[in-house]
């Protein structure tokens, strides 16, 4: 028997899962880091280029367009409902990649603040500390308004599971 349930965002739930995704995803390398420059080098592999992120968004909001059309236009035709759900299955394998990027840098400083506490405490200061500290609660934000926007646009219809 299923039973409706109140569909609520669950922020909480989702920010847990996405620092879980995004520790699992960028931090783990800087543990391996020995020197300040290996770190810098890595940071900079982690975080996406601005060119790259701008692609990734508009792959986004090309998989908002195709879920939008494919669960708002009824097709008749057999071929063509399965030739859209092809579609949107492609569509849905890559318009999460800006999810994926956010995760990835979000880690990356994750990693940052965790090896930067116990490798270089004498170049640490509060103003550094908290200006990576607001950066990485910003990509959180992100992080799960893109998490919930993938999880709609796969399938508008579903009940919210963080409810």
Avoid at 8 to 35: N, Q
Avoid at 36 to 59: F, G, I, Q
Avoid at 105 to 122: F, I, K, S, T
Wanted: aromatic share 16%; with cysteine; glycine share 6%.
């Amino acid at each position: 028997m299923l039973q409706k349930r109140d569909q609520k965002f669950g922020f909480i739930r989702r920010a847990r899962r996405e620092l879980t995704y995004a520790f699992f995803l960028g931090a783990p390398p800087f543990f391996a880091c020995t020197s300040s420059k290996e770190v810098s080098d890595l940071v900079n592999a982690l975080l996406a280029a601005p060119t790259l992120m701008s692609y990734y968004l508009w792959l986004l909001f090309a998989f908002g367009l195709v879920s939008v059309f494919i669960f708002r236009v009824t097709f008749r035709a057999y071929r063509l409902i399965r030739k859209s759900r092809e579609v949107h299955s492609f569509f849905v394998n890559i318009g999460g990649s800006l999810l994926t990027a956010f995760r990835a840098a979000l880690g990356a400083m994750m990693g940052y603040l965790m090896v930067w506490c116990y490798r270089d405490v004498e170049s640490m200061s509060v103003a550094g500390t908290a200006g990576v500290l607001g950066y990485a609660c910003m990509a959180l934000a992100v992080c799960v308004w893109l998490a919930w926007t993938d999880e709609t646009l796969r399938n508008p219809h579903a009940v919210s599971c963080y409810s």
